[in-house]
């Protein structure tokens, strides 16, 4: 399994998502929809919470 390719998919629907919540939350005015940055943000920065904790994403240690 190449975990790169598993990093850069993440990164890519983090960001996709977060837009996604943004431009919902502009459209329908719901307020809820701007929690979108947070997912935005962790895309660009390449970080991600839910990678760290389940190890999923991680690459493999060096033994």
Known sequence: MDFNKIR???RNFRILI???LIVAGVVT?????YLGVL???AGIANF???CIISKKCALPQPK
């Open 8 to 10: 850069k998919f993440c």
């Open 18 to 20: 977060g837009l996604g």
């Open 29 to 33: 005015g719901i307020y809820w929809f």
């Open 39 to 41: 997912p935005l943000v």
């Open 48 to 50: 991600c919470p839910l």
